[in-house]
């Protein structure tokens, strides 16, 4: 074949390619469009990011829940509901992260998880995802509670602490101030039972429990003493303010302040004693405000008010910081998603509502003078005062141990199994010989 004739039957060919009609080009690029472009994303699937925690606050999240995906449609937000005990939510994910096969990618942490957590390697640092000007937002008790070894690895999402609740109708009659040592509270106690025909005068949680750690270091703050030093590991029990400070407990009950059934209070028996006038005064979280400002359900709605826990004239106040956040599970194969699930609850919008739909206080400064929080929670304000002079339990890895000692050796101070001196000498001894002194 020559030139001419191989010329010839390729415009040939040219031209019957021509004559392909356009609807058939045009139904062929639709077709690998949508084999190469749109089915791909079409079929793939939101990445799940997974957290634990109780039912009761399951349920609460869930709502928040449907519009965190609202917004962020490649994401599906799963939330396991764990037992409603604390102390069973914590034992599921420490059994998840030793098996070394956790399903779970966001860690919701009480305050007092994150040494243990952190000091195990099962979280991830979040320093170099938020900034110290982003950080300052928060209440700095919240931020300080979710660091160890001044790492940062939990973001706070609502707070808590410790606080006096007070009877502002009684104090009005008896004419009294509201208490600010631990002397004028024994006083104002003593007098207002004497006056008033009120039961008792100071209520506070002595079972033996996490409760009774929490509130014996604000007493502790109180009276200028320390629990654990967490830089040096020193501890304090066996000094004089720590004796002191249990004396000033055991005292509330020899002198018929307090009952000699407060040894096996828990918060809600003495909220319950509280709210029922049986008592002046209640040491107890926030918690407590909504449930006793309701008529329906309390004998003193509108007659008591907060501050902040008493204290030795040359000492300060103390409220134990308590409160959960989010951490990042060390084991997630989506630690960015999980860090978006972070963003999005600590925006003002989301705590802001979260609070008022729940009563919890939020982490974030700004909202303790928010309007509309402050129409619905008028304590707020007096809140925020409480929580700026927070306390932090001691923020190291054996955490768990060092508060079972001092809920053992408190617990036979106050029923009077040991003295003051012999409990606080064997507590201190004891911390000591588990933190390796």
Known sequence: MNINQQLGKLKRGIFRIKKIPRFLILLIATIATIQFLILPALTQQPVKVQVLMSALEASQWQPFVED??????????????????????????????????SPFDLVYLDIVWVSKFAAAGW??????RITEDELSKFLQGDVNGGRYNGELYRMPFRSDGGMLY????????????????????????????????????????????E?????????????????????????????????????????????????????TYTEEETRLLFQNGKTVFLRNWPYVYDLASQPEESDIAGEFAIKPMVHQPSHSSGACQGGW?????????????????????????????????????????????????????????????????????????????????????????????????????RAAQETRRLLGD
Do not use: C
């Open 123 to 128: 979280l991830m640092p979040l320093s170099d």
């Open 325 to 425: 956040g989010l951490g990042i599970s060390k084991l997630t194969k989506h630690p960015d998603e999980a860090w978006k699930v972070i963003e999005f609850f600590n925006r003002p919008d989301v705590q802001k509502r979260f609070s008022l739909a729940t009563g919890y206080a939020p982490a974030l400064k700004s909202l303790y003078t928010d309007s509309e929080l402050v129409a619905k929670y008028s304590y707020f304000p007096q809140l925020l005062e409480v929580l700026e002079k927070a306390v932090l339990r001691p923020p190291i890895a054996q955490y768990a141990q060092t508060s079972d000692i001092l809920q053992r050796y408190l617990s036979a101070a106050i029923t009077k199994t040991m003295t003051p001196e012999q409990a606080m000498n």
């Open 166 to 209: 007070y009877r502002t109708d009684l104090l009005e009659q008896g004419g009294y101030e509201p208490p600010e040592t631990f002397n004028e509270l024994m006083q104002i106690s003593q007098a207002l039972q004497q006056q008033t025909g009120v039961e008792w005068g100071y209520i506070w949680q002595g079972k033996q429990y």
């Open 211 to 263: 409760g009774l750690s929490a509130m014996f270091i604000e007493i502790l703050e109180g009276f200028g003493g320390f629990w654990v030093n967490p830089d040096t590991l020193a501890v304090g029990l066996d000094q004089p303010e720590a004796i002191e400070a249990v004396n000033f407990l055991l005292n509330t009950i020899e002198e018929g302040i307090s009952p000699p059934g407060v040894t």
């Open 68 to 101: 965190f995906e609202e917004e962020n449609p490649d994401i599906n937000l799963e939330i396991r509901e764990g037992p409603r005990a604390t102390d069973a939510v914590e034992d599921l994910y420490s059994s998840a992260f030793l098996l070394g096969d």
